[in-house]
């Protein structure tokens, strides 16, 4: 496999050649790079949420990718923020890719600060899932291995993928959640977390059910109109979310649309019980296939873009089609 991908390494002009090695530990701006300086290996830019600062896992996959002469910048966030910053800095110093390391909302806060910059400034992201869920890296079918994870988004090949804004403002990769699977996610203990993986939404979801609220919304796009009260709201770029749960089993990344899925709160149990293999029969399933939606709530809802919270009565959801290139698996079942 190594030695497959090594044959299809490019020339990129980033790095400075110190005989065979590569000096990871300071790509050279692109202002201050000399002609000759040429090197076989693509430079990779990793950004690491700092919750997985400590994983050997990720230090012994880093540091024996450097010795075979990749060169690999590493960063750390302390909290919010901290990644868009780094991304500057990886367009500055003109990386091959971006690469989060981190779950769904460290993927969220890279891919947001990347689609935002110009088309040609925009390098490619890469995934090194190291979260709770990682819904969205899992649905990609990005190897849990850590070399083998970190070598796909280093050298993978990239896919024009899709991304989805709300309210001209925010943005997610993978999905956006409402109702009681947001109250899920977002309050979900770090400690749960932690101890229990992506099970723990799942185990606090049921441990809140008493505590369990439709919320009144009205939701519009082309073609389609629904009022109602609804238990949950899925709209999709990715397929899952809160620790594997597939509300949009058949979305795509790269279709130029989002997968909208109501679970409706009558008969909200069975529909629980049932809903999270999506039956289409179903009627107190609603799903659509659109490239913009509105929705409009009474009251504040709260919705969770790929588990980040954002609270208001009026959303508008646009997809974005082809913004981000994302090196992903071959096989990823996400793409068409
Ligand atoms: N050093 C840090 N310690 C704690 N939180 C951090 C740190 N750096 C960034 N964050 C915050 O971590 C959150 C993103 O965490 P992330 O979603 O990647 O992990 P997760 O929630 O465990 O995984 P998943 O979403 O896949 O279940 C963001 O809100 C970000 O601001
Ligand atoms: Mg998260």
């Not at 769904?104 to 869920?133: C, H």
């Not at 956006?176 to 977002?186: D, P, V, Y």
């Not at 369990?212 to 609804?230: K, M, T, V, Y």
Request: charged letters at 20%.
């Amino acid at each position: 496999m190594l030695d497959k991908l090594k044959s299809r390494r490019r020339t990129h002009p980033n790095v400075v050649v110190c005989s065979r090695r590569i000096q990871h530990c300071g790509l050279i701006p692109r202002e201050h790079r000399m002609e000759s300086t040429v090197s076989p290996l693509p430079t990779s830019f990793l950004i690491l949420n700092g919750k997985s600062a400590g994983s050997e896992l990720v230090r012994t996959a880093v540091n024996k990718f450097r010795l075979d002469g990749y060169a690999i910048e590493v960063r750390v966030t302390w909290e919010f923020g901290d990644a868009e910053r780094y991304v500057a800095e990886a367009v500055r110093l003109g990386v091959d890719t971006v690469i989060a390391g981190g779950g769904d909302g460290t993927i969220n806060e890279i891919a947001a600060a990347l689609v935002q910059l110009p088309a040609e400034k925009r390098p490619p992201l890469g995934l090194l899932p190291l979260g709770t869920a990682n819904d969205f890296a899992n649905s990609c079918a990005i190897p849990e291995d850590t070399e083998k994870a970190l070598l796909l988004a280093m050298v993978g090949k990239s896919a024009a993928i899709d991304m989805a804004c709300v309210n001209h403002q925010r943005y997610f990769i993978n999905m956006a959640t409402g109702g009681f699977g947001t109250r899920i996610t977002s309050e979900t203990p770090e400690k749960l977390k932690s101890a229990l993986g992506g099970a723990s939404y799942f185990i606090h979801g049921l441990l809140r059910m008493d505590q369990l609220r439709a919320d009144n919304c009205e939701i519009s796009g082309p073609d389609f109109h629904w009022q109602g009260d609804a238990l949950v709201i899925g709209i999709g770029n990715g397929r899952q979310a809160g620790g594997g749960q597939a509300l949009c089993p058949n979305a795509l990344i790269n279709d130029g649309l989002l997968q909208l899925c109501v679970i409706s709160a009558e008969e909200w149990l069975p529909t629980l019980l049932n809903s999270l293999s999506n039956d289409e029969d179903n009627p107190h399933i609603i799903a659509a296939s659109l490239p913009w939606l509105d929705i409009s709530a009474p009251h504040d809802v709260t919705f969770n873009l790929d588990g980040e919270p954002l609270k208001g009565k009026n959303f508008h959801i646009d997809i974005m089609p082809a913004a981000l290139s994302c090196r992903l698996p071959p096989q990823c079942p996400l793409l068409e």
